[in-house]
């Protein structure tokens, strides 16, 4: 995709901080989202997703919201700690298909002690 | 569970030397199987996915190819590597949405 060449932007927060990181997604029939956690030299791994008929999703300290009206994708981390740096990506899912994820850019969170 | 497996964890490899990477998966039947590749503090590019064995779609033209031999079994390759394909290459697989991935490989093409 078109993100895959960019530079990864940077969100610092001060430890203890929530954090809030933002995903523009492009096609307004996606019908499934899902946030995942990148650490360095690792996979990415799973952190939460979220179905286009909901508006918002908690789990255990992390919350992400949809607004569809402006396809924006948000997530939340309450309390944040050391070992939330990490790079986090966005990524949707078409209503029309049954394999692929669009990935976004990524986020590279940077907690300040 | 399921697990996937990724070998070797590091290459490196000169120029126009061949490249074979294999990924397994565990736990599971009949899963999508993708193959990407991260440039160093970039984001996740498709390389293939897999819906079935034999079956191979590619998202970017380039020297590499990929080959599912096996249900379970996902294998990236390369005739000729070049400087460009160096990387860090994931394999992930997947059921319904949620994708899983490896731990990755490391290639150094130098």
């Known amino acids: 995709g078109e993100s895959v060449g960019l530079h990864l932007p940077t969100l610092s927060v001060q430890e203890g901080d929530n954090s809030i990181i933002n995903c523009a997604y492009s096609?307004?029939?996606?019908?499934?989202f899902i946030w995942y956690k990148q650490e360095s030299g690792k996979g990415p791994q799973f952190i939460i997703d979220i179905r286009s008929n909901m508006d918002k999703r908690q789990g255990q300290r992390v919350t992400v919201l949809l607004n569809k009206t402006v396809k924006h994708l948000s997530l939340q981390i309450a309390a944040t700690q050391p070992g939330d740096s990490a790079v986090y990506f966005c990524?949707?899912?078409?209503?029309?298909?049954?394999?692929?994820?669009?990935w976004g850019a990524g986020t590279k969170l940077i907690i300040k002690p | 569970s399921q697990t996937i497996h990724q070998w070797p964890a590091t290459l490196v490899q000169p120029v126009g030397s061949p490249l074979s990477l294999e990924c397994t998966v565990e736990?599971?039947?009949?899963?999508?199987l993708y193959w990407y590749r991260q440039a160093a503090g970039r984001g996740l590019q498709l390389l293939f996915y897999s819906v079935g064995i034999g079956q191979i779609s590619s998202e970017v033209p380039q020297n590499l190819s990929a080959s599912r031999p096996q249900d379970r079994q996902f294998i990236l390759s390369s005739k000729k590597l070049l400087l460009s394909d160096s990387g860090f290459y994931l394999c992930a697989w997947s059921v319904v949405n949620e994708q899983f991935f490896g731990p990755g490989t490391r290639l150094t093409v130098l």
């Open positions: 096609n307004s029939a996606s019908d499934y």
């Open positions: 736990g599971t039947s009949n899963p999508n």
């Open positions: 990524a949707e899912k078409f209503a029309d298909s049954n394999y692929q994820l669009i």
